[in-house]
C-alpha cells in the first residue's frame, strides 16, 4: 500500500512537469539544442562530402536535451554537453553499460538463475565501491535543483514539494 501511495505521488509531482505551460517553457531547450545539431552536422559533413554518424549526434543531443530537462542547468551550462564535445559524458556511460548489464541478469534470473545475478550484484559492488553511481545521480540532481538557471523541466514539481515539505532526494 505504500508503495502505491509513493507512485501516486511521484507521478502527481511529475505530471507538473508535462503541463502546458511547463512543455511551452522546454521548447527553447529544444530549439537551441536542434539549432546546434543542424549547425553541427553543416560544420562537420564537409558539404556533403563527409560521412557523419548520425544516430551518434542525435543519441548526443537526446541526451544533452534530457539532461538538461532533467538535472537543469547552471549558468547556462548543460550537465553533459555531448553534443559540444562530441563524445558520451560518463554518466551516460555509465548509463549503458547498466543496461547491457540489467539484460543480462534479467536473462540469468528468466532462466532460473537468480543466484548467479545474487552473486554478480555482490561482486560489482565489492569492486566499484556500491552506490557511486547513484551518489553521481543525487550529486546532479541536487546541483540542478539548487543552481539559479534551473528551468524547471521535468522535475519542477518534485523540487517545488521539496521548497514546502521535507522530501528526501
Not at 565489492?126 to 550529486?139: H, I, M, V
Amino acid at each position: 500500500m505504500q508503495n502505491m501511495r509513493s507512485i501516486y505521488f511521484l507521478r502527481k509531482e511529475l505530471s507538473l512537469g508535462f503541463s502546458e505551460a511547463s512543455l511551452r517553457g522546454q521548447e527553447e531547450v529544444l530549439q537551441r539544442y536542434i539549432r546546434v545539431l543542424v549547425e553541427k552536422v553543416r560544420e562537420d559533413c564537409d558539404g556533403g562530402e563527409k560521412k557523419l554518424n548520425m544516430t551518434e549526434l542525435f543519441n548526443f543531443t537526446t541526451f544533452d536535451i534530457a539532461g538538461e530537462l532533467v538535472f537543469g542547468s547552471t549558468q547556462k551550462q548543460p550537465p553533459f554537453r555531448c553534443l559540444e564535445n562530441g563524445k558520451y559524458h560518463p554518466f551516460i556511460k555509465m548509463l549503458f553499460s547498466s543496461i547491457r548489464a540489467f539484460v543480462v541478469f534479467a536473462s540469468f534470473a528468466y532462466l532460473g538463475q537468480s543466484w548467479i545475478v545474487q552473486l554478480l550484484f555482490k561482486l560489482i559492488a565489492s569492486k566499484c565501491g556500491g552506490s557511486k553511481d547513484s551518489t553521481t545521480t543525487r550529486e546532479m540532481m541536487l546541483k540542478g535543483m539548487i543552481g539559479k538557471n534551473h528551468n524547471g523541466g521535468l522535475l519542477e514539481g518534485l523540487i517545488a514539494r521539496k521548497k514546502r515539505v521535507e522530501v528526501d532526494f
